[in-house]
């Protein structure tokens, strides 16, 4: 099956600092998303992006789909900001699941 | 943007007991429903994809007379996980595909068998 890996595993920022996480995949894809998982466990969803560039306030991401990557840069970090950013690719769609890398663990310290 | 609820969101139980956790999609419909389990400071693995109106696809490895899902509408899927042990202890998280093929996951459902 598709293999999905992100970097780097963790991660300690300043506030106010910038970070690039990167995704990468094995295959082709149709379906990317990012998500945040907050401490209580509840996952957030911050782009569906299965390639191009969107911007959502201090977070953007970047998906190059031939090149079987995608980026999530967050600006100017905020402690909460912390917690564990997933990727998450599907290939097809209907009943195709979305296979999830193992996550960033961000910490952002005041 | 689309909701997905889970109830309840923290159960403890004795073990031997059965424990079912609801799944809905509040705003749209899904014919197809995602079970999903976490154990500490690791990924989501995937347990079964949950199809309304017929069987559950079960991933390798995991027992699907153990954990039964029932998908009785296109806003309700249910996990029921039968006679539970110690190990069956983790969070456990529904998801929910709408028609722009975005996922959303519902909050998730802490389990603790005693």
């Known amino acids: 099956g598709i293999q999905v890996e992100q970097s780097p595993p963790d991660l300690i920022l300043q506030e106010g600092a910038n970070s690039t996480l990167r995704c990468n995949f094995s295959?082709?894809?149709?379906?990317l998303q990012w998500f945040h998982q907050n401490p209580w466990g509840q996952l957030i969803n911050l782009f569906y992006?299965?390639?191009g560039t969107k911007q959502n306030g201090r977070l953007s991401a970047t998906t190059v789909a031939t090149e079987r990557y995608s980026l999530l840069y967050i600006s100017s970090s905020q402690t909460t900001d912390s917690g564990v950013y997933f990727c998450?690719?599907?290939?097809?769609?209907?009943?195709?699941?979305?296979?999830f890398g193992k996550g960033t663990r961000l910490s952002v310290i005041a | 943007g689309a909701v997905v609820s889970q109830h309840p969101s923290r159960v403890i139980c004795k073990s031997g007991t059965s424990v079912k956790i609801e799944c809905r999609s509040l705003?749209?419909?899904?014919?197809?429903m995602f079970w999903y389990r976490q154990f500490p400071k690791k990924s989501l693995m995937l347990m079964a994809t949950?199809?309304?109106?017929?069987?559950?696809?079960?991933e390798q490895g995991v027992e699907k007379d153990k954990f039964l899902i029932n998908h009785a509408s296109l806003t309700l899927s249910t996990l029921t996980v039968t006679s539970a042990h110690p190990e069956d202890s983790s969070f456990y998280i529904c998801?929910?595909?709408?028609?722009?093929?975005?996922?959303?996951f519902g909050p998730g459902t802490r389990l603790t068998v005693l």
């Open positions: 998801s929910a595909r709408d028609l722009t093929d975005t996922q959303y």
């Open positions: 949950s199809n309304e109106g017929s069987k559950a696809t079960y």
């Open positions: 705003d749209f419909q899904a014919t197809t």
């Open positions: 998450a690719v599907g290939q097809n769609s209907g009943n195709t699941p979305l296979v």
């Open positions: 992006i299965p390639s």
């Open positions: 295959d082709s894809v149709n379906n």
